[in-house]
Every structure is written in C-alpha cells, then in structure tokens.
Nanobody, 126 residues
Framework: QVQLVESGGGSVQAGGSLRLSCQASGYTYSSNCMGWFRQAPGKKREGVAIRRSDGRVTYADSVKGRFTISQDNAKNTLLLEMNSLKLEDTAMYYC????????????????????WGQGTQVTVSS
C-alpha cells in the first residue's frame, strides 16, 4: 500500500520560506514520477514542481526561480524548498506519485496521479 505523508506547511509572511516534505512508503519502483501540486479555494489543482526519477524536473512558470524540488532517496522523501513566498502561493499542497507516468512526467502533463498524500496547508500573509 503506497502511502504519502506531507509535512512542513504553515503560515509565513510574504517573502519568507518554507520547506515541505513528503515521506513515501509502500513501494519500490525504480522508475517513477513524483511531484507537488497545489489547490487554492475556488481554483483548479495545478502542478507546481514535478520530478522524474532520472532527475528531470519541471516547474510551473509562477514558481520558477523560487521553488526547488528534490528527492532524498535514502529517506524516500520528496522535498519542496519554497523561497520568496507570495500571497498567491497560498494553497493546500499535495504530494503525488505515479509509477505509470514517465514520458508525460512534467508540469502541464496529466494530473491524475495514482497516489496522493493528504495535503499540507501553506498560508502566506502580507
């Protein structure tokens, strides 16, 4: 049973930083696609940063240069470093993975990943 557990969300002032973590368990896929998505109230879920297990990463234009996705394989953890946070970054952030996605593993590709975490709230205030 694949499980994804996010942590690290919270409230921060604009310009601040947060680091999200996603602890993964229950699978040992050698090739997979993992990423961070977010959904703000009244808005569609969107891909923020997606990483393929060969190291290829893509970012939403709105977060390029501010967010960094990485993976600690030893700890089976996906990380999202968020800097220079803006009010519009406020959302529920979800970690997701899909072992069947490879070619389409990028921001802007399909978002119907197979496994999702419960989400962690990020709130940016002025």
């Amino acid at each position: 049973q694949v499980q994804l557990v996010e942590s690290g969300g919270g409230s921060v002032q604009a310009g601040g930083s947060l680091r999200l973590s996603c602890q993964a368990s229950g699978y040992t896929y050698s090739s997979n696609c993992m990423g961070w998505f977010r959904q703000a109230p009244g808005k569609k879920r969107e891909g923020v940063a997606i990483r393929r297990s060969d190291g290829r990463v893509t970012y939403a234009d709105s977060v390029k240069g501010r967010f960094t996705i990485s993976q600690d394989n030893a700890k089976n953890t996906l990380l999202l470093e968020m800097n220079s946070l803006k009010l519009e970054d406020t959302a529920m952030y979800y970690c997701a993975t899909d072992p069947g996605t490879w070619t389409l593993c990028y921001v802007g590709g399909p978002t119907d990943f197979a496994y999702w975490g419960q989400g962690t709230q990020v709130t940016v205030s002025s």
